[in-house]
Nanobody, 127 residues
Framework: QVQLVESGGGLVQAGGSLRLSCAAS????????MGWFRQGVGKEREFVAA????????DYADSVKGRFTISRDNAKNMVYLQMNSLKPEDTAVYYC????????????????????WGQGTQVTVSS
């Protein structure tokens, strides 16, 4: 059974930084692209960032480009999201997700491309 467990969320002032982590288990982590999504109160879940199976290809939402960095450590079955220069509009529950298909070269931005999700971690940015 695949499990994804996020950690690292919290309350931070605008301009601050947080690093989210996602620990994966239950299948061969290194075969699958990974993504980060977020959902604010009253909003739909939106794409944040994704990385392909090898870490060689990465995609970001325009709203986080230049501020967030996704990375993965296949030896540790971990994916990370470093978030800098946080803004109040970044406030949301952040989810990591594992792609449906193995060996996907292009990281996907649609939630439908992912079939396993973590429980989420709350990020709150105060102004």
């Amino acid at each position: 059974q695949v499990q994804l467990v996020e950690s690292g969320g919290g309350l931070v002032q605008a301009g601050g930084s947080l690093r989210l982590s996602c620990a994966a288990s239950g299948r061969t982590f290194s075969y699958y692209a990974m993504g980060w999504f977020r959902q604010g109160v009253g909003k739909e879940r939106e794409f944040v960032a994704a990385v392909n199976w090898s870490g060689g290809r990465i995609d970001y939402a325009d709203s986080v480009k230049g501020r967030f960095t996704i990375s993965r450590d296949n030896a540790k079955n971990m994916v990370y999201l470093q978030m800098n220069s946080l803004k109040p509009e970044d406030t949301a529950v952040y989810y990591c997700a594992s792609h449906r298909a193995a060996w996907s070269e292009s990281p996907k931005s649609s939630p439908e491309s992912y079939n396993y999700w973590g429980q989420g971690t709350q990020v709150t940015v105060s102004s």
